[in-house]
């Protein structure tokens, strides 16, 4: 199995709402306070996201909110919020008053979170690196600085000041710069990586036949059937609870080949915080990355 640019139905920020018991049509909790104010805290940019070609529509205040629909046989309103902007999944028998009556209830939630993923667009999308002294890029979900003239004439990176000494002459030209850096990269990858592996898979109780780095455009990730893992060296950008969540995933698949419930109960089991990270993860695709 791969783990590739999180599918269409994994989700962002989710919530659930239980659903009366006095019979159909009833719905808990959703009629809003008298003189309560319907104000959002961060309210979405106007005309983000683009609205899905099957999406409803409803105002609330002086906010028009697009949402996509599905039916099922689930017995609660289960709202979620990612690129996509807001999904909702209702029972068969929950009339569509009831759906806007819960969503003008719980918009200051749906509105936050709308903005939260505007902002997270605006800032996913990195600047073309210039590859030259005083350079900038992530590592680790950290910007780390270039520095040509290393004082060791090694390649050293500095944990405290965050710049990364270059063995390297002020009159490097830019491809020398790169291939430097992802060599250092991908040392540090090869480093670190496997560690992350090994502490989730004795977390599971598996263990792995055989690890090794990948440069693929589109997969952070994959595990085959006979227990090999590969895994994207560009994670060194990503804070380390996204470079764990990938692990814990690849690694669920040791017991699990598919993505059903199980698979993801297998992946909670070892790392809890998994869906917060799955979500940073799938706004940042690899070819937004600094290009090497």
């Known amino acids: 199995m791969s783990l590739l640019r999180p599918a269409p139905d994994a989700p962002g920020a989710q919530l659930e709402l239980p659903l009366a018991d006095s019979g159909p049509g ?32 409803i105002q ?19 709202f979620t919020v990612d690129d996509r902007g807001l999904s909702i999944t209702a029972p068969r ?35 073309t690196v210039q590859w030259r002294d005083g350079a900038s890029l992530p590592f680790l979900g ?21 710049v990364l000494h270059l063995a390297m002459p002020a009159h490097a030209d830019g491809q020398q710069i790169k291939d430097r850096v992802q060599s250092w990269l991908q040392q540090q990858a090869r480093r670190l990586l496997p560690q992350r592996l090994d502490l989730y898979a004795e977390r599971l109780g598996v263990r792995h036949t055989g690890f090794a780095l990948t440069s693929a455009a589109t997969r952070w990730g994959s ?33 699990e080949m598919n993505h ?14 998994f869906r917060d990270a799955r979500a940073q993860l799938r706004a ?6 600094p290009t090497f």
């Open 260 to 273: 059903g419930p199980r698979f993801w109960e297998t992946v909670e089991s070892i790392f809890p915080e």
């Open 26 to 57: 009833i719905v808990a909790g959703f009629a809003p306070q008298p003189g309560q104010p319907l104000q959002p805290l961060q309210p979405p940019a106007a005309g983000w996201p683009a609205p899905q070609p099957d999406a409803r529509r």
């Open 142 to 162: 950290q910007t780390i600085t270039l520095a040509l003239e290393s004082p060791i004439g090694a390649v050293l990176f500095n944990g405290e000041t965050l």
């Open 223 to 255: 595990c085959t059937a006979d227990g090999k893992i590969r895994l994207n060296w560009r994670l060194m950008h990503f804070p380390m609870s996204m470079i764990d969540y990938v692990a814990a995933h690849e690694l669920a698949h040791l017991k």
């Open 93 to 127: 028998w929950v009339t569509l008053a009831d759906i806007e009556s819960a969503i003008v209830e719980k918009q200051r939630w749906i509105l936050n979170k709308l903005g939260e993923w505007r902002q997270r667009e605006t800032r996913r999308v990195l600047p």
């Open 60 to 78: 609330v205040g002086e906010h028009t909110l697009h949402y996509t629909l599905k039916r099922s046989s689930r017995r609660t309103i289960g």
């Open 284 to 289: 940042h695709p690899p070819e937004l990355l």
